[in-house]
Each structure stands twice: as structure tokens, then as C-alpha cells.
């Protein structure tokens, strides 16, 4: 009997890939929680039934979601993420040679422990020296710090849940005080195609703050659409212009990858040109 699983993208759409075992399903304090063999992208960490990470494609969201900041900011020293409990981003922020030190606030612990257990070639930094790992909601911790970060993550699940707060603008003013005088935020914000209101939510919150806000791009197989988008705030530098040819091996992320992924097609020029 052949084994699918199944992530409802839209009501009317769902993407399946064939799998081989299920290692752990649970429901944790905060959501439920599964990681599946899968044939085509090896293992895949799913919250809520939404494909978070996979072993084959996992470099593309967690290379961009760190380099553009990282390589635009002057001294990106003091890196804050938010979410981001499977450590993916952790991993590209702490081998970031301008990076002093990476914070990292989650919410569940119960993520962390699925990383640690079953990708440990995500979960491979929690424990470096420059690495903080904080089990704690991420919108009270911002809340509470002040001028402390470079560069601010928000690597978070989709505004569902404990999430929600993420993409609000109230959250966005905390961030913007939890930022240095030269800091940036870099957020996901979903899939042009089928979250065009999370995208606008995100944009204009975070460009009614900011003094420059872009949207970029990049191609992530697993997920909803296969085109993704980050939206980046910054106090001072533009983060289109890169400031450390830093030569970290990446497998997506390239000077040039950075200075197109801000190249948009005109139906996302026209998603952000509704709200501004
Ligand atoms: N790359 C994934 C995506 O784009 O959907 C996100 C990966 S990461 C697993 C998302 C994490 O955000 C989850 O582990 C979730 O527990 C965490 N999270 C959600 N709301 C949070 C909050 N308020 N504070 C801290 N972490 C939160």
C-alpha cells in the first residue's frame, strides 16, 4: 500500500509527495508536529500539516532568508531570529563571518527537539559558541529589548496560531525599537501567487516603519506555488546593495542571485504597489 502525504495548499489544492515512514507525529503545546521520509525531498518537518523544511530543498529558504541582510548590513554583529526552530537559519547566520552573535527565540521546544533528533544537519549550530537558543513566544521578547540587534529574523510558520502576532504591525514598532540605529528586518512572507494578503500585510506594516522596504524572491520546491517572498525593512542601507563579497559556500544564494532576487514580476510589483 503506497503511503502519500499531503499538504493542503489552498482549499482546492494539495501537494503530495510519496512517503516512506512517519518518524514522529505529535501534538505539541502549540501545534501539531510531523516528520515524514519522504521519497523525492528525504525527510520533511510539517507544523499543522504545512510543509516547514525538507532535507533536498531546505538551503534555498534558509540561504536567503540570511544572506540578503546579512551581506547588505555594514556589521551585521548581533543577529536576533524569531522562530526558526529547526535551525536552518541559525546555521547560515553563525557561519556568517561578520556575525558575533545569533539569538534565536522559539516558541516550541517540541520543534527544536524534532530538529535535533531527526535533522542534524539543520540542528548542527543550536549549540555553537556564538548560538543563544531562547524557548519563549517571540513577541514578548522583542517587546522587552530595546536598540540590542543588527539584523532581525522572523523566520515564523504562517499567521496562524501563536504566529499571528508575527505579522502584525504593532509587532513590526517593537522590532523597529529592538533594532540598532542601523538595523533591518527580513520576514517570509509567503507566496505571491496564493498569499497575496499576507504579502500586503507584511509590505505595508513593515514600509509604514521603515524608511526602505523591499520584496524579494527565490524558488523553494515545497513551497505553496514554488515561488517564495521575503520582505525586508531597513533603518538606513538599502539591501539591495551588498557590502561583504563574503565567500561562504552556498548552493543558492550568489551576489548576483542577491541583486535579482529583488527583480519582481509585475503581478508582484502590482501586490505592493496596491498598499504604498
Ligand atoms: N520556513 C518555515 C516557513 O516558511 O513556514 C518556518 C520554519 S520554523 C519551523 C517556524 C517556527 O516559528 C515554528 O517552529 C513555530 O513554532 C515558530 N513560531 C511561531 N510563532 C512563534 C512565536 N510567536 N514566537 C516564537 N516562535 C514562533
Same mark, same amino acid.
Given at each position: 500500500m503506497e503511503l502519500w502525504v499531503t499538504e493542503?495548499?489552498? =482549499?482546492?489544492l494539495g501537494f503530495a509527495c510519496k512517503a516512506r515512514e512517519t518518524l514522529r507525529t505529535e501534538q505539541t503545546d502549540y501545534q501539531h508536529l510531523s516528520v515524514v521520509v519522504t521519497e523525492q525531498f528525504g525527510k520533511m518537518l510539517l507544523l499543522d500539516g504545512m510543509v516547514m523544511t525538507t532535507e533536498k530543498d531546505e538551503y534555498v529558504y534558509h540561504e536567503m532568508i540570511t544572506m540578503v541582510a546579512l551581506n547588505s548590513h555594514? $556589521? +551585521?554583529k548581533n543577529v536576533l531570529i524569531i522562530g526558526g526552530g529547526d535551525g536552518g537559519a541559525l546555521r547560515e547566520v553563525v557561519r556568517h563571518?561578520?556575525?558575533e552573535k545569533a539569538t534565536l527565540v522559539e516558541i516550541d521546544e517540541r520543534v527544536v527537539k524534532a530538529s535535533r533528533d531527526f535533522f542534524p544537519e539543520l540542528s548542527?549550530? @543550536?549549540?555553537?559558541?556564538?548560538a543563544q537558543l531562547i524557548i519563549a513566544d517571540g513577541v514578548k521578547y522583542v517587546s522587552e529589548h530595546? &536598540?540590542? @540587534?543588527?539584523i532581525i529574523i522572523?523566520?515564523?510558520?504562517?499567521?496562524?496560531?501563536?504566529?499571528?502576532?508575527?505579522? !502584525?504591525k504593532s509587532f513590526y514598532q517593537n522590532v523597529y525599537e529592538c533594532l540598532n540605529d542601523e538595523g533591518m528586518l527580513v520576514v517570509q512572507?509567503?507566496? =505571491?501567487f496564493f498569499n497575496q494578503d499576507v504579502i500586503k500585510m507584511a509590505y505595508n506594516g513593515i514600509n509604514d516603519i521603515f524608511l526602505l522596504t523591499r520584496l524579494y524572491l527565490a524558488n523553494i520546491p515545497?513551497? +505553496? !506555488?514554488?515561488l517564495w517572498s521575503f520582505t525586508i525593512g531597513s533603518k538606513? $542601507? &538599502? =539591501?539591495?546593495?551588498?557590502?561583504h563579497e563574503c565567500n561562504l559556500p552556498c548552493k543558492y544564494y550568489t551576489p548576483e542571485i542577491h541583486q535579482a532576487?529583488?527583480?519582481?514580476p509585475a503581478f508582484v510589483q502590482t501586490i505592493i504597489a496596491a498598499g504604498e
Open positions: 493542503y495548499q489552498t =482549499p482546492a555594514p $556589521h +551585521p563571518p561578520g556575525v548542527c549550530s @543550536f549549540d555553537e559558541t556564538k530595546k &536598540n540590542s @540587534f543588527d522572523v523566520d515564523s510558520t504562517e499567521p496562524v496560531g501563536p504566529a499571528v502576532e508575527l505579522f !502584525s512572507s509567503e507566496s =505571491p515545497t513551497y +505553496p !506555488s514554488g538606513v $542601507h &538599502n =539591501p539591495e546593495e551588498i557590502k532576487a529583488f527583480k519582481l
